[in-house]
Each structure stands twice: as C-alpha cells, then as structure tokens.
C-alpha cells in the first residue's frame, strides 16, 4: 500500500518568508508525527498529533512554528518568518495502533 | 532527554556481528530501533516493550533491560545491506501517543 507521503520534496526559501510543508500519513493511522533532522544529526521531535489533536506541543522551537490536522489525516507545518537556523530535513511518521513510526521521504528546506 | 547510544560508529567486515546500546537516564516505557540510509527516510525496525522481552527477525535482534533502563541491537552476521545509521528512540511514558526522543545515532559501515 501507498506509504507516507511528503511535499514539497525541496523548498529554497528567502529568510523572513513563510513555508508550508505537507503530510499525507498511511490511511487508517490515527497517529501522525512531525520531526526536524539536520545535517549529520539526530532526530528532534517537534509536535505529534492522535486524531485532529496534538497533546503535546512541546518540542516547536519557537511561536514561528505552527501544525494543524484535518479530518485525522492530512496535517501541514507552518513556519513562518523562516530564519537560516530553520534549514533542515523536515520529517513526518504516522503510526498504526500497533506501534512503531513509518516515516516519509521528508521535506528538505533551506533558508538563504 | 536525549537517550545515549554507543558506539557512535563502528566498521565491520560482512560476516561480522555488532551490538549497539542505547541508554537512558529516564524510565522507560518502550524502546524502537529505525535504520537509516543516507539520504532516506528512517525505516522501523522494530519496537520493545517494558518487560524485557526480546524481539528479532532475520538476523537483526535486540532486547530491552527496563530496570537498567537499557536497550541493546544485535546485528548478526552482517551484510553489505546492514550499512546505515542505527537510531534507538524511547518512549518514556504510556500514553504519551508514542512520542519519542531518539538518540544521536550509531553508524554502522559493512565492508565487503
């Protein structure tokens, strides 16, 4: 079956601009989560949402950064006003009820 | 908190067997292993629960110390096709949705 979904793959944007990033999680999943890599790192959790609600918000940087859910499927990150710190590989995963995070190709933005 | 993984990186002929740790300094709840090639998304390998169950398929196995608060990866006679970062991510929690803080990562080149 079709696995999770991300778009842009790339997106180069001007400092001070706002982006939109999007997730499409493998149908059925109720669990969806969003995370940042950066260069040669790890894994930093950003936000994760069960149904259209995220519980806990408490990995988002700062206030630049926003998330919302629809219909407990697709669900965009918003960054606004991007900075050159904000470059990174945007990473979305859903989850079945059965445990263990499938996660999308990413999004790859960089801030010039 | 970030969980600890060791070794940060280790080379291995095919053939060759390798253990990677991942520590806490937390309780833990469940622990996942995810693989991740360069330039691609992280793929679940798999995830224990509390109780210090140990899961495997193929040649891939761990096991999960919860009273150590540890988790260990054994990779069995390696192939080329093991080659990757190795992520542990712990879920501290129940009920938390499944959010994990994923350590820094383990790379693991197979040689020929």
């Known amino acids: 079956g079709a696995g999770v979904s991300q778009s842009p793959s790339n997106k180069v944007t001007e400092k001070g601009k706002d982006v939109e990033l999007r997730c499409d999680p493998i149908?059925?999943?109720?669990?969806l989560y969003w995370y940042r890599q950066s260069l040669g790192q790890g894994l930093e959790f950003l936000i994760y949402f069960q149904g259209n609600s995220a519980p806990d918000k408490s990995g988002l940087p700062s206030d630049r950064f926003s998330a919302e859910r629809t219909g407990g499927s697709v669900s965009t990150l918003t960054i606004q006003r991007t900075q050159q710190e904000d470059s990174a590989v945007y990473l979305c995963?859903?989850?079945?009820?059965?445990?263990?995070?499938?996660f999308g190709p990413g999004t790859r933005l960089t801030v010039l | 908190q970030q969980p600890v993984q060791s070794p940060q990186a280790v080379i291995l002929r095919e053939g060759e067997d390798a253990v990677i740790n991942c520590s806490s300094s937390?309780?833990?709840?469940?622990v996942h292993w995810y693989r991740q090639k360069h330039g691609e998304a992280p793929i679940f390998l798999m995830i224990l629960l509390k109780g210090g169950e140990q899961k495997g398929h193929d040649k891939i196995s761990a096991s999960f110390n919860e009273k150590k608060q540890q988790s260990s990866l054994y990779l069995t006679a390696s192939q080329l096709s093991y080659s990757g970062t190795y992520f542990c991510g712990t879920e501290s929690m129940r009920n938390q949705g499944g959010k994990l803080i994923f350590g820094q990562g383990t790379e693991l080149s197979v040689k020929p």
């Open positions: 995963a859903s989850s079945p009820f059965s445990g263990g995070q499938y």
């Open positions: 937390k309780a833990l709840y469940s």
């Open positions: 149908s059925g999943h109720t669990a």
